[in-house]
């Protein structure tokens, strides 16, 4: 270590599993410096660490040591690093002693600081345990006195007091102290209030999201209930199977007088087609409620209305666009009049969606109750009235030979009012929820 290392961060963008975490993330830290990394959970603290390190690599912008990147000689850069990740990377049947001695020479550094490095966080009697044997406060003292005997100038810590009891966290502080007096640096990620020492900075690379951190978390939401709709597929296919079988019924049910038939099909494709939707609106929040993640959407950054458009985007995809696919073929069945044909996919492609939207404001208004699909049930269908009226009105203009244009219209403008206003009224019943 020398008075004179200097550690700079330029520009830094970063992305974990395609979304955007931190975007020009910048900072430098002189011989003796400290930099703690604050924020929420999933907000880039370890994959800043991981950059910083060289284990990791940054879209965009550099990492310097003393002026030149990192990136030109990364072996020489892991000789200045001493890590300490989530995971304490301590072997159970070798010891404490020989967990650190084995890594370090590995690393090619010399061993001869481990005994002041056990010391220094009271693990002298520990030392020819094996690790197996230590508990998890105990091993993740292990771990950093793997750090300590690096006598690596740039410690780089994940969580380092994870597991440690009052009197080890103090010891820890105290070696950050000796290691900034000696011109080393510091850089930790961690919650608690671990004192890194005067002087030290603090940064949140979560304030550093770009722009488009929401639309790119819409998505992911998106994609991650497309993903548990086909893995958990028995209940799209309860959804369909129920559209399919209710209208089935009807020429059962009445006979199969062509002419009836065709004066009841809009009506017995919409209706059925709202009451299939209805299966599916009371699970739209309640599985993220009782696995705890709705906790984790409000403390994602992703507002709440924006968690609730995702979740009509994703019911709309997996339960509206496959019942717009199954009418024509349904139809059929019904002898609905082949000129009415268009008015009907016209008529469901935008009154679906309205349904879809509406529903998020039903289900999150129940969320937690007991009874939620019969709750929701009462509460959507009365506001899914005007589109089940409009979307008929549709389907017997167009049989009829008359415009369907005004009909259509109105389904338009009502799917233009609810695309605003379903989220913000179903986001602030889920803030309320998770309340």
Not at 66 to 75: K, T
Not at 160 to 165: A, H, I, K, N, S
């Given at each position: 270590?020398?008075?004179?290392?200097?550690?700079?961060?330029?520009?830094?963008?970063?992305?974990?599993?395609?979304?955007?975490?931190?975007?020009g993330?910048?900072?430098a830290?002189?011989?003796?410096?400290?930099?703690?990394?604050?924020?929420?959970?999933?907000?880039?603290?370890?994959t800043l660490l991981?950059?910083?390190?060289?284990?990791?690599?940054?879209?965009?912008?550099d990492?310097?040591?003393?002026?030149?990147?990192?990136?030109?000689?990364?072996?020489?850069?892991?000789?200045?690093?001493?890590?300490l990740?989530?995971?304490?990377?301590?072997?159970?049947?070798?010891t404490?002693?020989e967990?650190?001695?084995?890594?370090?020479?590995?690393?090619?550094?010399?061993?001869?600081?481990?005994?002041e490095?056990?010391?220094a966080?009271g693990?002298?009697?520990?030392?020819?345990?094996?690790?197996?044997?230590?508990?998890?406060?105990?091993?993740?003292?292990?771990?950093?006195?793997?750090?300590l005997?690096?006598?690596?100038?740039?410690?780089?810590?994940?969580e380092?007091?994870?597991?440690?009891?009052a009197?080890?966290?103090?010891a820890?502080?105290?070696?950050?102290?000796?290691?900034?007096g000696?011109?080393?640096?510091?850089?930790?990620?961690?919650?608690?209030?671990?004192?890194?020492g005067a002087?030290?900075?603090?940064l949140?690379?979560?304030?550093?999201?770009?722009?488009?951190?929401a639309?790119?978390?819409?998505?992911?939401?998106?994609?991650?209930?497309?993903?548990?709709?086909?893995?958990?597929g028995?209940?799209?296919?309860?959804?369909?199977?129920?559209?399919?079988?209710?209208?089935?019924?009807?020429?059962?049910?009445?006979?199969?007088?062509?002419?009836?038939?065709?004066?009841?099909?809009?009506?017995v494709?919409?209706v059925?087609?709202?009451?299939?939707?209805?299966?599916?609106?009371?699970?739209?929040?309640?599985?993220?409620?009782?696995?705890?993640?709705?906790d984790?959407?409000a403390?994602?950054?992703?507002?709440?209305?924006?968690?609730?458009?995702?979740?009509?985007?994703?019911?709309?995809?997996?339960?509206?666009l496959?019942t717009?696919?199954?009418?024509?073929?349904?139809?059929?069945?019904?002898?609905l009049?082949?000129?009415?044909?268009p008015?009907?996919?016209?008529?469901?492609?935008?009154?679906?969606p309205?349904?879809?939207?509406?529903?998020?404001?039903?289900?999150?208004l129940?969320?937690?109750?007991?009874?939620a699909?019969?709750?929701?049930?009462?509460?959507?269908?009365?506001?899914t009235?005007?589109?089940?009226?409009?979307g008929?009105?549709?389907?017997?203009?167009?049989g009829?030979?008359?415009?369907?244009?005004?009909?259509?219209?109105?389904l338009?403008?009502?799917?233009?009012?609810?695309?605003?206003?379903?989220?913000?009224?179903?986001?602030?019943?889920?803030?309320q929820a998770?309340?």
């Open positions: 270590m020398t008075g004179t290392d200097r550690l700079e961060a330029h520009h830094l963008d970063a992305r974990r599993g395609g979304r955007p975490v931190f975007r993330v910048c900072f830290l002189a011989a003796g410096g400290a930099l703690r990394l604050a924020g929420r959970n999933g907000g880039g603290k370890t991981r950059v910083l390190a060289g284990l990791g690599r940054a879209e965009a912008g990492v310097f040591w003393n002026g030149e990147p990192i990136a030109r000689d990364r072996e020489a850069h892991a000789d200045r690093v001493g890590w990740g989530h995971a304490d990377a301590l072997k159970p049947a070798l404490a002693r967990n650190i001695e084995s890594a370090l020479r590995v690393a090619g550094r010399p061993s001869d600081g481990v005994t490095a056990l010391a966080l693990l002298v009697r520990l030392a020819e345990l094996p690790a197996g044997w230590l508990s998890s406060g105990q091993r993740r003292r292990v771990a950093l006195a793997r750090v005997a690096s006598r690596a100038p740039l410690w780089l810590l994940d380092p007091t994870v597991g440690l009891d009197a080890s966290v103090v820890l502080e105290h070696a950050i102290a000796a290691h900034r000696a011109g080393g640096m510091v850089v930790a990620a961690t919650h608690t209030a671990l004192e890194l002087g030290a900075e603090s949140d690379p979560a304030s550093f999201a770009e722009d488009g951190t639309v790119s978390g819409f998505l992911a939401l998106v994609g991650r209930d497309l993903r548990l709709a086909r893995r958990q028995a209940d799209v296919a309860m959804t369909l199977a129920f559209f399919v079988v209710v209208v089935a019924l009807f020429p059962l049910g009445i006979g199969p007088s062509p002419a009836l038939l065709a004066r009841i099909a809009g009506g494709l919409w059925t087609a709202l009451l299939a939707a209805m299966l599916s609106f009371d699970r739209l929040f309640q599985q993220d409620a009782d696995d705890g993640g709705l984790l959407l403390l994602s950054g992703l507002p709440l209305a924006m968690v609730a458009l995702a979740k009509a985007v994703a019911h709309w995809l997996t339960t509206g496959p717009v696919l199954l009418a024509p073929l349904l139809a059929v069945t019904l002898d009049p082949s000129a009415a044909y008015a009907l996919m016209a008529g469901l492609l935008l009154g679906t309205t349904v879809s939207l509406l529903g998020t404001v039903g289900a999150a129940v969320v937690g109750a007991r009874r699909g019969v709750l929701v049930a009462l509460i959507v269908l009365p506001l009235i005007p589109v089940l009226i409009f008929v009105a549709a389907i017997e203009a167009g009829a030979g008359l415009s369907t244009r005004p009909h259509l219209l109105l338009a403008a009502l799917l233009a009012a609810a695309i605003p206003l379903a989220p913000l009224a179903a986001g602030a019943a889920l803030r998770v309340e």
